[in-house]
């Protein structure tokens, strides 16, 4: 079954959420909520998806520019798409291949491969490169 991007439900999404470039802190929490409650959705329709990849480059965009004393790694991103999901090492084996893998990454004794990484931005909806140094 191929899921297919209707214009006009995406369209509705962008005048609901407004997306544009981030110059304020508020502008950045507003978008952070919106990706988190996205997050949230078990499953996404391709306009979600396309949305929550949007902010997510909107918001990195914003943090690159505002917090680079906070430079994130692809640890700390997965970090915090686990914290927003409330998910634990233990969700991560299926995807990652085995609860060695997955303590050895937490640990920060592996780094996460580019077939990981694809994995993880398909189970998180976000692009594979956040994954990636």
Sequence with gaps: MT????????SQLLSQHQPRIIKTEEENEK???????????????????ALLE????????FEDK???L???TPFSRLLHLMEARSL?????????????????IMNGELEITKKQAE????????ESNLFIC
């Design 31 to 49: 978008f952070l909520e919106t990706v988190e409650e996205l997050l949230s959705h078990s499953h996404l329709t391709p306009e979600e998806d």
């Design 66 to 68: 505002h917090y680079q």
């Design 70 to 72: 906070n430079y994130s």
């Design 88 to 104: 634990e090492q233990a969700d991560l084996v299926e995807i990652l291949g085995s609860s060695e893998i997955v303590a050895k």
């Design 119 to 126: 994995a993880l931005g398909k189970f998180f909806h976000v």
């Design 3 to 10: 899921l297919t991007f209707n214009s006009d439900i995406y």
């Design 54 to 61: 949007l902010l997510v480059k909107l918001i990195e965009d």
